[in-house]
């Protein structure tokens, strides 16, 4: 069983378009996550949920959106895709936020605005 | 700003060589956490460090948390293909932040 599964697995789109990008956990666990990872590797924090609320929030443009129709699943939609929003996008869980027992990752979406 | 800084950032060896990888920062943690990504998937958790001076081993993985919790370092005994794989270190902050990263290459 996937514990946490996010699809698609690849999203080639133009510019301008809207995209969402879904994700579930069948772990149990309490706070959902979003990453990006850019070209270089690096993996940077977008939103976390907690029961269903916002809890961060980085400067991330408001062209994205996470949403959570439950505890099991957190969605990131994004409007007016721009070329700059290529990436790999990962969703996370875990137990709770200060969890000592790590973050569980999606296998990623690779996101290409063309 | 990141906290993190991991050298080197690239590591190419060639199989059964040994090497040791690190994660630097002027912060103190109450804990740091060390993943391994390999190509096409997301980062999988490999240790959790919490006492400084901690070493924590998995099979040819050494984990070391420095004294004064600011440091730590992944040694690889006899490193295989297989530990093929971009390593990151990460303390959580309300969220889990990661390094930049080494990206580690085994060759055959």
């Known amino acids: 069983d996937t514990a946490v599964s996010q699809t698609p697995k690849y999203l080639v789109t133009q510019m301008g378009n809207d995209k969402s990008i879904k994700c579930e956990q069948n772990l149990g666990h309490d706070t959902m996550y979003w990453y990006k990872q850019d070209s270089k590797k690096f993996l940077k924090i977008m939103f976390s949920y907690n029961n269903k609320e916002l809890i961060i929030n980085e400067t991330v443009p408001n062209r994205f959106s996470p949403k959570s129709p439950d505890k099991a699943h957190l969605n990131l939609h994004i409007n007016s895709l721009e070329l700059g929003d290529s990436a790999v996008y990962f969703c996370?869980?875990?137990?709770?936020?200060?969890?000592?027992?790590?973050?569980?990752f999606g296998s990623g979406t690779r996101l290409t605005v063309v | 700003t990141q906290l993190l800084e991991q050298s080197p950032q690239f590591l190419s060896i060639q199989e059964g060589e040994n090497l040791t990888v690190y994660c630097n920062s002027s912060s103190v943690f109450s804990s740091l956490q060390w993943y391994r990504q390999e190509p096409g998937e997301g980062p999988v958790l490999l240790v959790t460090?919490?006492?400084?001076?901690e070493v924590k081993k998995l099979k040819r993985l050494t984990f070391q948390f420095g004294d004064a919790r600011k440091d730590s370092s992944l040694h690889i005994t006899a490193a295989q293909p297989g530990d093929t794989g971009l390593y990151l270190c990460a303390y959580n902050n309300n969220d889990m932040r990661f390094g930049a990263g080494t990206r580690l290459t085994v060759k055959p």
């Open positions: 996370a869980s875990s137990q709770a936020s200060l969890s000592l027992y790590g973050y569980t």
């Open positions: 460090v919490v006492t400084g001076g």
